[in-house]
């Protein structure tokens, strides 16, 4: 297996713009994570999901983020519109149970 | 929510002295994760604690669980320049929340 796959890698958007940041996870992974990580406020979570179903979206910040994961392997995180706070890395993890987690590359947000 | 603090935020130590770092949880929790980021990268797992008292060792890394499952640390002994990078507990339950973090920097 690949591993836990996110793109793009880096993405830089004007401030208003819609912004959609794409994962798949590893094959046969239960959980799926979305994370966002800034120098402030580390590693935040934001989302996650169990066998495809949100369970617990406590840590998105605002209305104008959501995130969906249409099958078992693919989710994505929206922003829309993006503002230049929303500039961080967001990382992407999937874990069988609750054991390891495999974290992607990262996606690198930058809104000007 | 559960929350987990750790410190210290920064350690930096110059190679060959000992390095520790601790973590917290507002909760009790079902397991405990190591995480390891280098500059530049994204979180690897090091370690899973699940059991109260638990300790385990990696070569030069050794990881406890505290009795109560709500506090845990890990100690480098005779840090090397590469083990730079950032430390990361992680409290699972069925989420996985993590510390702060202690960012690490080794002086050769």
């Known amino acids: 297996d690949a591993g836990v796959i996110q793109s793009p890698r880096h993405e830089v958007t004007e401030m208003g713009q819609e912004v959609t940041l794409r994962c798949k996870p590893i094959?046969?992974?239960?959980?799926l994570f979305w994370y966002r990580q800034t120098m402030m406020r580390g590693l935040e979570l934001l989302i996650y999901?169990?066998?495809?179903?949100?369970?617990?979206d406590s840590g998105m910040p605002e209305d104008r983020f959501s995130a969906k994961m249409p099958n078992a392997s693919f989710s994505t995180l929206k922003i829309q519109p993006s503002e230049p706070r929303d500039s961080a890395v967001y990382f992407c993890?999937?874990?069988?149970?609750?054991?390891?987690?495999?974290f992607g590359q990262g996606t690198r947000l930058t809104v000007v | 929510g559960q929350q987990v603090m750790q410190i210290p935020q920064y350690q930096h130590v110059q190679e060959g002295e000992d390095f520790t770092t601790y973590c917290n949880s507002s909760?009790?929790?079902?397991?405990i994760q190591w995480y390891k980021q280098r500059p530049g990268g994204h979180p690897v797992f090091l370690i899973q604690?699940?059991?109260?008292?638990e300790v385990k060792k990696q070569k030069r890394l050794t990881f406890q669980f505290g009795e109560a499952k709500k506090n845990s640390s890990l100690h480098i002994t005779a840090t090397q320049t590469t083990d730079v990078g950032t430390y990361f507990c992680?409290?699972?339950?069925?989420?996985?929340?993590f510390g702060a973090g202690t960012r690490l920097t080794v002086k050769p």
């Open positions: 909760t009790t929790l079902s397991n």
């Open positions: 992680a409290g699972r339950n069925n989420d996985m929340r």
């Open positions: 094959s046969g992974h239960d959980y």
């Open positions: 993890a999937s874990s069988p149970q609750s054991t390891e987690a495999f």
């Open positions: 604690l699940v059991k109260s008292g």
């Open positions: 999901f169990n066998n495809n179903v949100p369970i617990d």
